[in-house]
């Protein structure tokens, strides 16, 4: 589905660049332009090729099992758990800015409203 969304593109970019025209210089910097587009188109092809042939590859090693574990997963010194105090510190701390500063906008506002 993408080749084929690129493929449009480049068709649409070739039919966009060759309209006709009459200045020669126009004409030159179009076809440049044409032709840069088509470096680039088969450049990104190229990159899709090898990623294409990159993950073949690894599905290959994953189906075969040749993958080796080089070291055991290390266990945790201490469980994870919640830092209990500091949430606490954060809520307290967010609860209070909150408070301060809600007043400061409402006050405003509500006064405009009221006139």
Do not use: C
């Amino acid at each position: 589905m993408f080749m084929k969304a690129l493929q449009a593109l480049d068709f649409h970019s070739f039919q966009a660049e060759n309209a006709p025209s009459d200045d020669p210089d126009l004409s030159a910097a179009r076809h440049a332009s044409l032709q840069a587009a088509r470096e680039e188109y088969s450049r990104i092809e190229e990159a899709i090729a090898a990623t294409r042939e990159e993950i073949t590859a690894w599905r290959q090693t994953l189906a075969r099992g040749d993958l080796k574990v080089v070291s055991p997963p290390a266990e945790p010194s201490a469980p994870a758990s919640p830092n209990i105090p500091l949430h606490l510190l954060g809520g307290i701390a967010a609860g209070l800015v909150l408070g301060l500063i809600a007043p400061l906008v409402l006050i405003p506002i509500l006064h405009v409203v009221k006139k």
